[in-house]
């Protein structure tokens, strides 16, 4: 049994459905169901034993301390979080609350519960917080990608959180002896992401006939990474990576974000033979830029290729077709989450922000 946090989210929930395609090893999924969260990314699931679903919060450690006792996990995969930058800006408070204390109170009722495991339990137990190359601030043009003894120098309320995190992630390893690990991945995109970030959006959007709008002057770089191999990642980082360290997950994607925004169009366009005047690029406009904009991710994925012989199986050109396709196809599953909750987060950076 392991225990998922967050995984109703994007990310945690494409690795639970991978997990239980994989592995007959159930999971116990703690989740708050933020606006993040959505049960319906786990519908197929639904009826499945080996997914147990708890709605709860990582920093309630009585209600954590009595999962682990009940279910006994042999480890904890930790994606619960405030994920987006922008609302970071607006509101950093529930960033602090779940990124840091959150994963503080976590860390503590884990390390509890591990004292209590025996020898060979306690040695194959497994603390694995997955975090992001944003905690290591931005690049320039020609500076090399991020390996795993790059300096930490977040930007924002949200990689500052992140990065927070990390440090207590490892002060635990290093200080307790808890048997965890530390992941740092690039941008992804793929299925079931919440669409206030920017592929889901652009694609939410150019259907809607509404703004495609770009921060600044759309030359910020990312490093674009399939979900699935994320995940493929986390299980094999799961399963063989050595406990106190790090890795960096990406694939060698570095895009500007206008050219993402471009192929999003064309990929439409070829798709749904739309819209009916014009071109989804029509839509395409310049908005303020977001303050502390870092320019540009880049991952070195070295360590984890060589070390864990790990490699992404997607291209971009495969994953992107595979994402628009998906997003035509789940229609429903877009206007649910789009809730009230939503159109206010719509109207306060988009609309108050960015003019
Ligand atoms: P997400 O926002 O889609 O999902 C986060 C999930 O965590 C939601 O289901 C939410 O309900 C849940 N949650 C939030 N606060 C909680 C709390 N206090 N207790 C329990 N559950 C809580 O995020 P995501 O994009 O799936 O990211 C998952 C993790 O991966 C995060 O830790 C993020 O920092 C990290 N990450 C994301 C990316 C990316 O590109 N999306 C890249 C690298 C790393
Ligand atoms: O790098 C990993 C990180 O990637 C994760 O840790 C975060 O959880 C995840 O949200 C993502 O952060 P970004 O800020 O890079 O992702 P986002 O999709 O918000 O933005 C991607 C780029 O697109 C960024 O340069 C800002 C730009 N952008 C974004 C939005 C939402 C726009 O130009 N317009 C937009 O409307």
Known sequence: ??????????????????????????????????YAGNLQNLVTIADDKRHIFVKGDIGDSGQVARLMTEYQPRAIINFAAESHVDRSILGPEAF?????????????TAHAYWKTLNQADKHDFRFLHVSTDEVYGSLTEREPAFTEIHRYQ???????????????????????????????????????????????????NALADKPLPIYGDGKQVRDWLYVSDHCSALRRVLEAGKTGETYNIGGWNEKPNIEIVHTVCALLKEMTGGPANGDYRDLITYVKDRPGHDTRYAIDARKIE?????????????????????????????????????????????????Q
Request: glycine letters at 6%.
């Open 1 to 34: 049994m392991i225990l998922v946090t967050g995984g109703a989210g994007f990310i945690g929930s494409n690795f639970i459905l991978d997990w239980l395609s994989q592995s007959n090893e159930s999971v116990i999924n703690l989740d708050k169901l933020t």
């Open 96 to 108: 602090i609350q779940t990124n840091i204390v959150g994963t503080f109170r976590l860390l503590e």
């Open 154 to 204: 977040p930007s924002s309320p949200y990689s500052a959180s992140k990065a927070s995190s990390d440090h207590l992630v490892n002060a635990y390893h290093r200080t307790f002896g808890l048997p965890t690990l530390i992941t740092n991945c690039s941008n992804n995109y793929g299925p079931y992401q919440f669409p206030e970030k920017l592929i889901p959006l652009m694609i939410t």
């Open 306 to 354: 060589h070390e864990l012989d790990w490699k992404p199986r997607e291209t971009f050109e495969t994953g992107i077709c595979k994402t628009v396709q998906w997003y035509l196809d789940n229609q429903d599953w877009v206007a649910s989450v789009q809730t009230g909750a939503y159109r206010d987060w719509i109207e306060s950076n988009y609309i108050q922000q960015r």
